[in-house]
Nanobody, 116 residues
């Protein structure tokens, strides 16, 4: 079992910025090849936000492209999500994700609120 520990998030006025961080809690045998972020707005399904592969390529959902930036520190087993120009519709619980060894692991979830 691989544990992911999230930190950050919170509440900010629309237009503000927040940062989320996610660390793999222990040393793992296989190298990290990809990590990502998802979110679940109130009353809705969990949705893809962004991912990054170890070589540095990134993918973003259209709703956050240009406002959110994902990064990956392989040696620290950490991914971060910088969220700028937050909107009320960004309000959700945010989860980091690690596909690893034929399984998927999730962080505990952190609340992000963009208030109008």
């Amino acid at each position: 079992q691989v544990q992911l520990i999230e930190s950050g998030g919170g509440s900010v006025q629309a237009g503000g910025s927040l940062n989320l961080s996610c660390e793999v809690a222990e040393r793992i045998f296989h190298p990290i090849s990809i990590m990502g972020w998802y979110r679940q707005p109130p009353g809705k399904e969990r949705e893809f936000i962004a991912n990054i592969i170890s070589a540095g390529s990134t993918n973003y959902a259209a709703s956050v492209k240009g406002r959110f930036t994902i990064s990956l520190l392989i040696n620290k087993r950490t991914t971060a999500l910088q969220m700028n120009s937050l909107k009320p519709e960004d309000t959700a619980v945010y989860y980091c994700n690690l596909p690893y060894n034929r399984d998927y692991y999730w962080g505990q979830g952190n609340q992000v609120t963009g208030s109008s």
